[in-house]
């Protein structure tokens, strides 16, 4: 599994990103609403995650095609810019959806979390890959 998740990161992050894209997109009355849920910050806690996979992956193709440093922070911007953007596109162009800046917040965090989380990356995907 590892092999394959590293061997198709490239792919695997679009795939994530259109993830993403669609649930955040999906109208709002759709989306359950449970008030436990909320007291946990569930939906924060998803943001986070949402975005720690998606930067997950996208560094893993730094490390696959054993690119520059530089790269590896070009792909976060993209990754926090995106999770900005989605939250602009929920208060303008989705149905029933409204922007909220704690998730563009729990989104950067999952993006800090993947980057903090890169030595353990390297470690789990790449070495394992190569021997």
Known sequence: ???LIYNNSAIFSFLWAAIIFVLCATPGNYIPTVSWLELLS???WVHASMFFILSSLL???VLKYNQSKKWMFIYF???VSYGGLLEIMQAK???NRS???QDFVANT???IIAFLF???LRKTFVNSTIN
Do not use: H
């Open 1 to 3: 599994m590892k092999k």
């Open 118 to 120: 890169l030595k353990k």
């Open 77 to 79: 911007l993209i990754c």
């Open 59 to 61: 560094f893993l193709v």
């Open 109 to 111: 965090f999952g993006c």
């Open 42 to 44: 569930f939906d924060k």
């Open 99 to 101: 922007a909220d800046w």
């Open 93 to 95: 162009c989705f149905t």
